[in-house]
């Protein structure tokens, strides 16, 4: 059943903008067939398209679950600033694998130091009926990675994915652990000065012996804590 995000006036769900024109001009729904509506929070509603007007679309709720599909760890990625060409997949890879908020972060070799926030936010909307999430993630602006050692203490676990770590990665880290952050470099990687800093705040983890794409290491990383945390 196809899936739109809107939000709730007087017990009905809106459709406006890219929704809407999703719903009337690509699918063709009609006033009368049943959708998935979500409203950033934990439910998916079950809904009945009421009424298609031009410039919104009213639905009535038949019925509210909760969304099978919540993220049951709260997983923070943060991601030093790709090419754009990465970052699209990134954005959508670590919806699916069930990251709660994606921070990005400029450092020496960050070549992009701007994002267009409009674009991300479609991104997540479009992930996340791909994988059927009901709460959308959440994306910060981006700061520096100096500012990075200051946001670490709330988590209960730091796995920084460094290309030069030879300590492998161990299952038994995770146990228990509910707040994760994980910090993953670009294309340029990380200067000395900066995996020191990044390393005395985080536990430092190798993913094998070969160099991998910074999507990879993003995909790769998230893989392992998503299936070991049952997440």
Known sequence: MKRFFGRK???????????????KKVLRITEGEEVI???DDEYDYLCV?????????????????????????????????????????????????????????????????????ERVATQIITACKQCERSKLVDFSSPIKIEQIPSLLKEY???????????QPFSPSILSNKQKIAVIVGN?????????TLLKKHSTCI????RILRCDTAV????????????N
């Not at 997983?75 to 954005?91: C, G, R």
């Not at 209960?156 to 030879?166: G, H, K």
């Not at 294309?187 to 995996?195: L, N, W």
């Open 49 to 117: 398209v009421e009424k298609i007007n031009k410039n919104d679309c009213l639905l009535s709720i038949k019925e509210k679950n909760i969304c099978p599909a919540l993220p049951q760890r709260e997983i923070t990625l943060f991601q030093m600033l790709p090419k754009k060409e990465y970052f699209d997949n990134i954005i959508a890879k670590s919806v699916e694998l069930g990251v709660n908020k994606i921070i990005p972060f400029t450092s020496k070799y960050t070549m992009i130091k701007e994002i267009k926030k």
């Open 9 to 23: 006036f007087n017990g009905k769900i809106i459709l406006e903008g890219a929704e809407l024109l999703h719903l």
């Open 37 to 39: 509506a979500c409203i």
């Open 219 to 230: 995909v790769a990383t998230l893989s392992l804590v998503s299936i070991l945390t049952n």
């Open 206 to 209: 190798s993913l094998g012996k």
């Open 156 to 166: 209960d676990l730091v796995l920084f994915a460094y290309e030069n770590e030879e």
């Open 187 to 195: 294309e340029g990687g990380f200067s000395e000065e900066e995996a």
